[in-house]
């Protein structure tokens, strides 16, 4: 069994800043990719952003310059820092990890249960 557990969601005032962390824990031999995503009410389950394994990184448009992605792979961990927030960024965050469980597995994604972010005007 593996499983993913988010913190650091919260209500923050615009402008105020934000850490989430996801760690996941259980049978766990190597983790690819690990990404966030973020659903706002109404709205399609969007990229916020994403890390590979070599520590590559991605942005959505919308947060570049204003996230960071990181990842402590000692720690089974991911990591988005979220500064300068906007009521638009007001979403449910959740995270994604691609895993494998022993050498010769594929790898499997898995999310975790999601944390609220909201951002008062």
């Known amino acids: 069994q593996v499983q993913l557990v988010e913190s650091g969601g919260g209500l923050v005032q615009a402008g105020g800043s934000l850490r989430l962390s996801c760690a996941a824990s259980?049978?766990?031999?190597?983790?690819?990719?690990m990404g966030w995503y973020r659903q706002a009410p109404g709205k399609e389950r969007e990229l916020v952003a994403g890390i590979t394994s070599g520590g590559s990184t991605e942005y959505a448009d919308s947060v570049k310059g204003r996230f960071t992605i990181s990842r402590d792979n000692a720690k089974n961990t991911v990591y988005l820092q979220m500064n300068s927030l906007r009521p638009e960024d007001t979403a449910v965050y959740y995270c994604k990890m691609n895993i494998k469980r022993s050498r010769w597995a594929p790898s499997t994604r898995y999310w975790g249960q999601g944390t609220q972010v909201t951002v008062s005007s």
């Open positions: 259980g049978s766990i031999f190597s983790i690819n990719d």
